[in-house]
């Protein structure tokens, strides 16, 4: 049986997003929101080990990239990589950035600058999202509810792993009181109650529940 490689740990992804704040700022890139696993760390007494880190950054071109690359030489074994390119989703543009790096303590790590979120401006995300200080830096990143409707709202093949689930949850019980009806707002104005359900539906037929789910309507 194979073994699974194990995560990076927290740190790693801290000291990277630690580095790459200011120079977004430096090239304009200024409402950069912190997506993923790391903003539900944000939220978390322990921040979560992560393979890669999600930002959403309108903006980022090639001169973003290439500061972005220098600023994580010092950590890496060499000069991280870089590319770009334009797809799609449900017909929808969704520019993608990616940089891709191994850090010093030999783990590999990807960055992912989405242009919009699932195609929609990032604008349309403003109501959902908060502003927190967290590990030096002043970070804009989705609200708990808006985690966790995104966070369901993973799309086939994979769709919502077990640890997936399992990391959910906790997020959930950390958070404690959830505004399932804003988690419900996040869902319809963003049009994913279908894949949501559907993502339950098969959690459930693996004996697999997420807390508060049924408050979805």
Do not use: C
Not at 15 to 37: C, N, Q
């Amino acid at each position: 049986m194979r073994l699974r490689s194990p995560r990076p740990p927290a740190k790693l992804w801290i000291e990277v997003l630690r580095r790459i704040m200011p120079v977004l700022a430096e090239t304009r890139v200024h409402d950069a929101i912190l997506f993923g696993s790391q903003s539900m760390s944000v939220y978390m007494q322990r921040a979560l080990a992560s393979k890669d880190m999600d930002l959403i950054a309108p903006g980022v071109g090639i001169n973003s990239l290439e500061k972005l690359t220098a600023s994580l030489e010092e950590i890496t074994k060499q000069r991280p990589t870089y590319d770009q390119y334009v797809g799609e989703y449900l017909g929808r543009r969704y520019p993608v950035s990616h940089i891709y790096l191994k850090h010093k303590d030999g783990f590999p790590f990807v960055l992912e600058f989405f242009d919009n979120f699932l195609g929609y401006p990032a604008t349309k995300l403003a109501p959902f999202l908060s502003i927190k200080d967290n590990w030096g830096l002043s970070l804009q990143v989705p609200t708990p509810e808006a985690i966790i409707a995104a966070r369901l709202a993973f799309r086939p093949p994979e769709r919502i792993t077990p640890t997936n689930a399992i990391r959910l949850n906790r997020f959930i019980r950390r958070i404690a009181r959830v505004d399932w009806s804003e988690v419900n707002a996040f869902i319809a104005e963003f049009k994913l109650r279908t894949v949501v359900l559907e993502n339950i539906e098969a959690l459930r037929s693996k004996r697999i529940s997420i807390a508060g789910a049924s408050k979805i309507t």
